[in-house]
């Protein structure tokens, strides 16, 4: 997805500002970056498992998901520093690197053709997908929009309480959506191996977790029309007010400019 580099990105950046110090193993950052272009645009195939292709599209897509591992660890070193530290932006993007590094532990495990025949038609595959895209990629945009708007208004967010607000809802609605379709999921993988089960019984066995994902998504709603109700009142906040005197282009700092 494209949209990971660019939250990768992000928090990159914000990290070691917060932090206050460079990032451990930044000589790294480039060799995990051109394993996610190369290597992950060949694991689309790993959902060709069993169907009617040819299995050497599988097995690459396979071995892709097990190389990629390459890609999370490096993230992970580089960014272990946002563990232990406080700021609204750092743990919006501590919670995002938790779920982006579990989708891609998860995404090899249920590659592999023996966890795939249970697992590729479910909504298992939902739950990777909500927990990677928007418990790991949307959450560390989050981490980077509140991290840059007062610097770029020169004044703080408006509410504190807003702002906490949208951190815990978002947050629960992540955990309880993707629980609730990884309980689907596995509830459907069991029924759909059973040959006795018919298809209307393995929805009925399936509503209440749906249920309960849907009143997740809700939440999740919610938790973003406060998000966006505070960016808002900031805005016009700064609006109302002269502008910063600072320039929010400046030259980089040392902990800003790129290691060499």
């Given at each position: 997805c494209w949209l990971?580099?660019?939250?990768?990105?992000?928090?990159?950046?914000?990290v070691p500002k917060?932090?206050?110090r460079v990032l451990p193993s930044y000589d790294f950052a480039p060799l995990g970056f051109w394993t996610l272009i190369f290597v992950g645009t060949w694991t689309g195939g790993r959902h060709l498992v069993g169907g009617p292709v040819p299995a050497w599209i599988a097995t690459i897509a396979v071995v892709a998901c097990a190389m990629l591992l390459f890609h999370y660890m490096v993230v992970t070193l580089n960014l272990r520093g946002a563990c232990g530290v406080s700021g609204t932006a750092i743990r919006f993007i501590r919670f995002g690197l938790v779920a982006?590094?579990?989708?891609?532990?998860l995404d090899a495990l249920t590659s592999f053709?023996?966890?795939a025949?249970?697992?590729q038609f479910t909504f298992l595959a939902r739950a990777l997908e909500q927990l990677g895209l928007y418990g790991g990629i949307s959450m560390m945009f989050f981490g980077g929009i509140y991290f840059m708007v007062?610097?770029?208004t020169g004044r703080a967010w408006a509410s504190s309480a807003l702002t906490d607000g949208h951190r815990w809802f978002v947050m629960a609605g992540v955990v309880v959506l993707v629980g609730a379709?990884?309980?689907a999921g596995w509830t459907q993988a069991d029924a759909l191996l059973d040959a006795k089960v018919v298809l209307g019984d393995i929805f009925g066995r399936v509503r209440l977790p749906l249920l309960v994902a849907s009143g997740a998504q809700l939440l999740i709603l919610g938790a973003n029309l406060l998000f966006l109700v505070h960016f808002c009142q900031s805005a016009c906040a700064c609006c109302l007010t002269a502008a910063p005197a600072?320039?929010?282009f400046r030259q980089p700092s040392t902990l800003e400019a790129p290691a060499t």
């Open positions: 990971a580099p660019m939250a990768l990105a992000g928090a990159y950046y914000v917060v932090v206050g982006y590094v579990l989708t891609g532990a053709r023996s966890v025949v249970d697992t007062p610097r770029l379709l990884a309980v600072e320039n929010p």
